[in-house]
């Protein structure tokens, strides 16, 4: 994807967070209290304890952080509550998605988005298979910056056989929505796979053949998926034809747990509309993630081919943790493509982190 580079209708938006951000602060719940000497020292503290260096240090945040910072002086303090989800739970309550025919996933103890909280209602199709619905991760390049994405893919497989079917659909870059890929050779073939405790060990015929960066998110890629898959694994030993893989950049000799999202995972995923999927306006429009200030601006475009920005809003998730937020945008019938972007904190600039395709019926 390329960024747009465009900053044209995005002045509303942006006084629109702030004014928005602001009342939301101003007409919170307030306690009176005795300013205390150290008060002004504490939510000084509290704000560096959320907020990374680079981003406290951006002058919209500091807007807000000194009107907070003058009511604590005037006697009250306004605590600016992010949410009742604990850290550990950003999926605390999520709803059967019907594009997938799955029900969205929990966090595992992680903090990752990994399994469904139920599996889709398996299909027996004979021979002891059945058909059941899988989570599946791919590779999308953002801004020069490789990161993980994921799918549910529908696949036939016996119980025992259900890691190896996620990673056959992951090895055959069959991803649905067009900007995701793999850098696995389609030809990778799985030899086995086996679990000791909470540690797989799957055995490749191949191996990708990239770039440092590349190559360490596309393991991650598997280790993510195989996880995913199987709750019970918490680490993947990898092996290519029995013995270590034949990497030049990295030593991948120890199984591997799952990176931290922050470092891996796509920082905004739109959750719904899924990819290809056909709605009723109004279209509600689900994104899960992190964003500068928790901010994350949708666009709608249209047109024969979607340069036509038809609708925009934003929505509010997180910073520095993931979290989820939906909005409904009203559209005529028609298809569309709904992008999520983030703005760079260095620079301003809006970064497009996630797109997709959807019909309005």
């Not at 000497?37 to 260096?53: F, K, M, N, V």
């Not at 649905?176 to 890929?181: F, G, I, K, L, T």
């Not at 409904?328 to 970064?351: K, M």
């Amino acid at each position: 994807m390329t960024p747009p580079s465009e900053r044209d209708g995005m002045h509303h938006i942006q006084d629109d967070v702030l004014e928005s951000r602001l009342r939301r602060a101003l007409s919170a719940e307030a306690t009176m209290v005795e300013p205390s000497g150290d008060g002004l020292g504490r939510i000084r503290a509290g704000i560096e304890e959320q907020r990374p260096d680079v981003w406290w240090r951006r002058p919209a945040f500091a807007l807000v952080a000194a009107a907070l910072i003058g009511l604590a002086v005037g006697g009250a303090a306004v605590a600016l509550n992010q949410g009742d989800d604990d850290k550990g739970s950003v999926f605390a309550k999520r709803t059967d998605d019907p594009d997938t025919s799955t029900t969205e996933p929990t966090t595992d103890p992680s903090g990752s988005p990994s399994t469904p909280t139920t599996s889709a209602p398996s299909t027996t199709t004979g021979g002891g298979t059945s058909r059941v619905t899988v989570p599946v991760y791919y590779l999308q390049d953002v801004d020069g910056d490789i990161r993980l994405y994921r799918e549910f893919h529908p696949v036939t497989t016996t119980p025992q056989g259900t890691v190896n079917a996620a990673l056959r659909e992951m090895f055959g870059d069959r991803a649905v929505d067009p900007d995701y890929s793999s850098a696995w050779p389609a030809d990778t073939k799985v030899l086995s796979v086996s679990r000791s405790g909470g540690t797989a060990t799957v055995d490749l015929s191949t191996f990708p053949s990239v770039g440092s960066d590349a190559e360490t998110k596309s393991v991650q890629q598997l280790v993510y998926t195989v996880t995913a898959t199987d709750k019970n694994v918490k680490k993947v030993r990898l092996l290519v034809n029995g013995e270590t893989p034949p990497s030049g950049v990295s030593d991948w000799s120890q199984p591997q747990s799952r990176a931290p999202m922050l470092d891996v995972q796509g920082l905004i995923w739109i959750l719904k509309p899924t990819q290809g999927a056909k709605s009723e306006s109004p279209v509600k429009v689900t994104v899960y993630g992190t964003a500068y200030e928790g901010n994350v601006i949708l666009k709608v475009y249209g047109g024969g081919s979607f340069d036509q920005e038809v609708a925009s809003t934003f929505v509010t998730t997180a910073m520095g943790e993931f979290r989820e937020a939906s909005t409904t945008i009203s559209l005529d019938p028609g298809t569309y493509e709904v992008r999520a972007f983030d703005e760079n904190a260095e620079n301003g600039e809006l970064i497009e982190r996630d797109g997709k395709t959807f019909t309005v019926r």
